[in-house]
């Protein structure tokens, strides 16, 4: 979350200067005993100068001085002195000590609103539960995110571009993606949802050129009627449908379409008269833009039925992003669908545009942790190269994160919970596996001066003891041990009692008396310690609190209430 910091400027500062003189000017006339700008011994002096020529000393007497700071024997800036008072610029402040400040309008007055940290802490509002909300992440909106490309149309599911341009799956992303979508099931109001064609209850009046055909029949494999279509190689109309369509914009469709086949989905900007249109095409076809034209493909269906889930703005967005990352925002407001158009053959089903599909987008991501599991190692490999830092050996592609592993247990576990289906469950359990096995073979787990286990989020060598991807991984092992009966979740939970001993010898080695650090590469490298900045260090804030709702042990509230007096500019007392 970027943090926008007002620009003070001399003027700004200067016209603050001058209200101020004028207002306590303004103030002394009425109310003398109340001299609170000037010092008692110069304000008689001052107060019958200025009710004499008030307009004089304005205009000539500033009440400041300019005065050179001189910092630290290096290097001069501009400042002011008024009386025996130095003001520093802001804007120097701001950089010097990453303070945070803009100018605001409160009870109708203007002021100065000055921040230690630009991040916030977010008390969990209950007990932590493993069925519930995933941490604060029905905030999160992962697929709109710059290093997000797509979302994969074979898929489901977000492809990253972090770590490399050209996209690849994340674990750790798509876990995200999944319990984003979790979590604002639960939090949202219910979506509107318009059921638009299902041979059924609902049918259309199709646009049917020449030559294209359209039929209803009941579909044995699936229960229902379905309505199925072709039309000739060479049409280049397609079967349509005319639609008037605002505000929802998640399409849900089951569809079995042969090869060479798609679906298009024309958009209209109300205003400007826009159009662009979605391509969903058979074949392996990531993402491809030619002008207002954006192709996904959805792999090949092999004459099986397919439910296809997607943001027609996010996929619309990241379409025209896709030739130009300066593309403008689209609105949701200013949108409307004004067409659906079906070309080559095959069925269609359950045509539906909804304000969202959050459980279509969780499963999404369920099943891709479930189709992508090495069975043999039980992880999720991160299929890109990752240096983390000079000093530590480069990750090869196919590592494994404890991260990434804890969070996939935790979309797995709740889709094991939510849907009962014993492959979510399995799948959660194998995912244990790299847990058992050393981040210098394979694995994910170190261990700290012999002693302390711990779930590496990078298997770097050596060890660099990332704080929050270990907590998010104890949260996995929690939701697995929670969800699961019997000798499931036996291991989960020797593998979380082992992780929160660690957590708990070990938690003080972040502390830096004025905040923490985000890993400790200070200690293993040798080098400078890795600060962590204000939004991981309120993430460590936030996982002590939610973590203290399932142990109550007093070391996760004492250390989180002192983190979180960091934030507000405290620091611990030096001797
Ligand atoms: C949440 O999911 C249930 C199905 O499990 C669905 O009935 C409900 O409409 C969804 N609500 C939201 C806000 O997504
Ligand atoms: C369409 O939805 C109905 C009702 O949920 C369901 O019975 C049917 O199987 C669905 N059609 C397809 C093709 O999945
Ligand atoms: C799909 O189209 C391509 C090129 O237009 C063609 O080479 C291929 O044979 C077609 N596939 C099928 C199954 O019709
Ligand atoms: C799966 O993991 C095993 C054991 O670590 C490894 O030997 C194998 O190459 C992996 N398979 C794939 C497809 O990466």
């Not at 449908?241 to 849900?252: G, P, R, S, T």
């Not at 196919?398 to 979309?411: E, N, P």
């Amino acid at each position: 979350m970027p943090f926008m910091m007002m620009r003070i400027n001399f003027k700004i500062i200067l016209l603050i200067l001058i209200v101020a003189v004028i207002s306590s000017i303004l103030t002394s006339w009425n109310n003398c005993g109340n001299h609170f700008f000037f010092r008692s011994s110069d304000w008689k002096t001052r107060f019958q100068h200025k009710q004499t020529s008030l307009q004089d000393r304005l205009a000539n007497e500033p009440g400041y001085q300019e005065i050179d700071c001189y910092i630290n024997g290096g290097y001069s800036i501009g400042c002011r002195k008024e009386g025996d008072e130095v003001y520093v610029p802001f804007s120097f402040i701001h950089k010097y000590f990453e303070i945070y400040g803009k100018l605001a309008i409160y009870d109708g007055l203007e002021r100065f609103e000055w921040l230690h940290s630009y991040s916030k802490i977010v008390s969990p509002k209950g007990k932590y539960d493993s069925r519930g909300v995933f941490m604060t992440f029905e905030n999160y909106n992962v697929e709109v995110r710059e290093r997000v490309k797509c979302v994969s149309g074979n898929d489901g599911v977000p492809i990253s571009t972090q770590w490399e341009s050209q996209g690849y799956y994340y674990p750790t992303q798509i876990a995200q993606f999944g319990l984003s979508h979790y979590s604002k099931n639960l939090t949202e109001p219910e979506p509107h949802r318009k059921l638009i064609e299902d041979s059924d209850r609902v049918k259309q009046d199709w646009s049917v050129p020449q030559g294209c055909v359209v039929i209803r029949i009941y579909d044995k494999r699936v229960g229902s009627y379905v309505l199925k279509y072709a039309t000739p190689e060479t049409s280049t109309s397609g079967i349509s449908l005319k639609m008037d369509h605002v505000l929802d914009f998640v399409l849900k469709l089951d569809l079995c379409i042969r090869d060479n086949s798609s679906i298009a989905i024309e958009l209209q900007s109300r205003e400007k008269k826009d159009t662009y249109y979605l391509h969903y095409t058979t074949g392996n076809l990531v993402l491809s833009t030619v002008n207002n034209h954006i192709y996904y493909g959805i792999g090949l269906m092999n004459n099986r039925w397919k439910r296809l889930t997607r943001d027609l703005v996010v996929d619309l967005q990241k379409g025209l992003n896709l030739n130009d990352k300066n593309k403008k925002k689209l609105s949701r407001s200013k949108l409307k669908v004004v067409k659906m158009v079906l070309y080559g053959s095959g069925m269609i089903d359950n045509v539906t545009l909804s304000t969202s599909e959050h459980m279509e987008q969780f499963y999404d991501a369920a099943r891709w942790f479930v189709a992508n599991q090495n069975i043999t190692s039980g992880g999720w490999p991160n299929p890109v190269r990752r240096k983390v830092a000079s000093g530590m050996a480069t990750l090869e592609p196919g590592w494994y994160s404890s991260m990434g592993q804890g969070h996939a247990i935790s979309v797995l576990s709740r889709a094991y919970y939510h849907s009962g289906d014993e492959r979510y469950l399995q799948a959660a359990v194998r995912g244990l596996r790299p847990f058992r096995v050393s981040s210098s073979k394979g694995g994910v787990t170190a261990t700290f001066l012999d002693k302390y286990v711990w779930y590496e989020e990078y298997p770097t060598t050596p060890s660099s003891f990332i704080l929050n991807g270990f907590i998010y991984s104890l949260l996995g092992l929690y939701d697995l041990k929670s969800i699961a009966t019997g000798k499931d979740g036996d291991e989960a939970a020797i593998l979380f009692d082992q992780g929160m001993t660690s957590l708990k010898n070990m938690i003080m080695l972040y502390d830096t008396g004025s905040g923490t650090t985000y890993d400790l590469r200070h200690f293993t490298l040798k080098t400078a310690p890795n600060l962590a900045r204000w939004d991981y260090h309120s993430t460590h804030v936030n996982q002590l609190l939610l973590l203290n709702t399932i142990d109550n042990d007093p070391i996760f509230t004492t250390t989180a209430d002192r983190w979180i007096g960091y934030m507000n500019g405290k620091k611990a007392a030096h001797n």
